[in-house]
């Protein structure tokens, strides 16, 4: 079985929230919530990966330079495996909106717990959970 590589970001906002989104019913650990990202395809960089993902779902333009690696999780769901590469994104440009029709919620990093997430998930949320 392949592993997919995701860039994962974990967008932050001026007021500290975390952007979070919703996976669709029919997919791959549907319905719970996730940090926004994507496969990252041949040929691309992870931080062109992040930038064309990250507009593509919530249509923002990313400031790269502003992005810093986070962490990376190797998960084996059993039916999938993933490497997900996780970017702190500290500056964007735009408003964010679910251009997929996912829903999206700004949550205050302590509270990221009362959320179900994927369980590739539970590292980046406590990695999170101890930022500045």
Not at 16 to 44: D, M, N, T
Not at 90 to 111: D, I, T
């Amino acid at each position: 079985m392949s592993e997919l590589h995701v860039a994962v970001g974990v967008i932050r906002n001026v007021a500290g929230h975390i952007l979070l989104s919703r996976r669709h019913r029919g997919s791959h650990q549907g319905g719970l919530w996730e940090f926004p990202g994507g496969k990252v395809e041949a040929g691309e960089s992870l931080q062109q990966a992040l930038a064309r993902e990250l507009e593509e779902e919530l249509g923002i333009v990313i400031v790269i330079d502003s992005c810093e690696p986070l962490l990376k999780v190797r998960h084996d769901y059993g039916d999938k495996r993933v490497l997900l590469d996780v970017w702190l994104v500290k500056n964007f440009n735009g408003e964010p909106r679910g251009r997929e029709g996912q829903p999206l919620q700004w949550v205050p990093a302590p509270r990221l717990g009362d959320y179900a997430f994927p369980t590739a998930n539970v590292p980046i949320v406590e990695a999170v959970q101890h930022l500045e």
